[in-house]
């Protein structure tokens, strides 16, 4: 009998799972890779190749889950406040709000969360070294939601065929289908903006119907699960969607944003001024290949622009202002 010539295991790479699985691909840096920082050159591999084939990598149980269980408890607090409000801005008019993590007190501001060694590893891999950080945000699903944003792209400018901006996705709960885990589309990085619709008002933009029913046939969008402690990370370019949070609990994220040193966007985030939250990101960046984009504002205008949408006059687009 001839062999077959379709194997059904990556040999070269048995941590690889076939694109057809339509499954993202997971790292999970070992004990030493996480008191030296850095991946092996194995994991590199296999991350790399995750990245570049899919847009889209989870880097495994590189958080303390206590740490982020801290933060979560300041969010459930947080959105009880951010309901109140008569203008609350909801993403993409769905169950799904703005709401930036706290980097004020101090007991909040965890150095596995924000000055990651693997995370940074990672990010000089994709982008390359002295790449920019320059965006904290977060968003926040509803308990007991029922709709769902369309399938969008983060990238709505013209932009090339590169990587060059990736986005941390850090869940501070177990995060899966049942309470609106991301949905993401594998691969389609590699689409330009002729995919997309123009952008709207306030900036959200669509995936034009023909692309999505083409990709549909192949790979279509898929809910992964990512544990609390877990980082997914994925390209700009990405398709993805907020999956409604049918649960009784928030889905709360947090969201770091890192462009490629190259990439002339005049994004900046805020931190609040004679708090040291400026300078401890200084000194905890320092040695990584990650320069911090930091605006210091007050204390009072920190509190009231934490959470404000990305799309607006104050909150500037990444990508504004690229000059190539």
Known sequence: MAPSTQPT??????????????????????????????????????????????????????????HLEKINEFMTQDTEKELQKEDLYRNFGVENIQQGPPLVPSEYFFDDVYFNPILFHAVTLYLGPDAKWNMITGNNALPHGTHRQPAHSDAMCNHPPAPFYAIANIYTVDASPSNGSTEIWLGTHH???????????????????????????????????????????????????????????????????????????????????????????????????????????????????????????????TYEGEIF
């Open 9 to 66: 295991t990556n040999v070269y790479m048995p941590d690889l799972p076939p694109q057809k699985l339509n499954r993202p691909v997971e790292v999970k840096p070992s004990r030493e890779e996480i008191a030296r920082g850095r991946f092996n050159d194995a994991n590199i591999k296999l991350f790399l190749s995750g990245m570049h084939r899919d847009g889209v990598v989870i880097l495994k149980d590189v958080i303390d889950p206590a």
């Open 191 to 317: 689409f330009d903006n002729e995919s997309q619709t123009p952008p709207g008002p306030k900036g959200e933009t669509h995936i034009r119907p023909e692309y999505l029913e083409e990709r549909q046939k192949t790979l279509p969008g898929i809910q992964p699960t990512v544990k609390r402690g877990s980082i997914l990370f994925r390209d700009m370019r990405l398709w993805h969607a907020g999956m409604p949070n049918k649960s009784d609990a928030m889905r709360y994220m947090i969201a770091l944003g890192f462009s490629a040193s190259w990439w002339h966007g005049k994004a900046r985030f805020r931190v609040p001024a004679k708090t040291g939250v400026y300078e401890r990101i200084m000194h905890g960046t320092k040695g990584y290949g990650i320069i911090p984009q930091i605006e210091e504002v007050s204390v009072e205008e920190y509190a009231r622009l934490r959470n404000a949408p990305d799309f607006n006059d104050v909150e500037k687009m």
